[in-house]
């Protein structure tokens, strides 16, 4: 393995997932990284490091970061990424994080070019070091479970009108009242046979037999 990563940034505001993140970059020769627990502090260690001609090789950040009695520019790791891009544009970046939907997931990587994701469950030390292997070795990081939810996602197609009628049903609507929905705001089709239609096909592309199942799926896929 050629490693092209000496130094690491971790912005994570729990000592259980900092201290595990270190102890998986040991095993790659990066024992002493820097770390802190919120937002605007990385950023300011990502300028102050370009300022001293020490840019980092990599950030490793989590998406969420709890509230306190302290106020932040930038409340999440999505606005760091869009940041650190914006200052070092060539920085490797890994998220780490607890998130699971590819709905969320899936603009980290296409839009923001995040270098690699690793979701924290059980036995995330391992796939951790993967995906610090990857990038170590120039390569982006997807993993397995976010590959199946996304060719799972693409058996169907989802489009503004099926989001807003999922959406409805959610609520707990009847269909007799999404159609009265779709009617008062003139979106079309609104008719009753045409809701039940759509959602018998989307059903069957996903593989679901009732309402209630697809619902719960597309709420865990963040399609809804």
């Known amino acids: 393995m050629t ?33 802190v ?18 840019a ?10 709890d509230k306190d009695y302290r106020e932040q520019y930038l409340s999440d790791g999505k606005a760091l990424i869009e940041a650190a891009r914006q200052v070092q ?12 939907r590819p709905a969320i997931i899936e603009p980290l990587f296409n839009d ?25 070795n120039n390569d982006r990081y997807t993993p397995e479970f976010f590959k199946d939810q996304v060719k799972y996602k693409k058996a169907h197609e989802f489009t503004v009108f099926d989001t807003t009628i999922l959406s409805l049903l959610a609520e707990g ?14 979106i079309q089709p609104s008719g009753l046979s045409s809701i039940e239609k759509r959602l018998s096909q989307i059903r069957e592309a996903l593989g679901f037999s009732t309402n209630e199942q697809l619902i719960a799926h597309c709420v865990k896929m963040g399609i809804i």
Not at 37 to 54: G, P, T, V
Not at 89 to 100: D, N, T, W
């Open 56 to 65: 980092y090789d990599l950030l490793i950040t989590d998406l969420y970061f």
């Open 3 to 35: 490693r092209m990563i000496q130094k690491v940034l971790i912005a994570e505001d729990h000592d259980s997932a900092n201290i595990s993140v270190q102890k998986t970059l040991e095993e790659i020769g990066v024992t002493h990284p820097d770390y």
């Open 173 to 186: 609507k009847r269909q007799q009242e999404i159609s009265d929905y779709l009617k008062s705001k003139k």
């Open 89 to 100: 544009p060539a920085i490797k970046i890994l998220v780490f994080s607890g998130e699971g």
């Open 37 to 54: 627990y919120y937002c605007d502090d990385a950023l300011l260690k990502i300028k102050k490091a370009i300022e001293q001609d020490s």
């Open 112 to 136: 923001l070019q995040i270098d690699g994701y690793v979701r924290k469950a059980r036995g995330d030390t391992r796939t951790l070091l993967k995906a610090l292997n990857a990038i170590s």
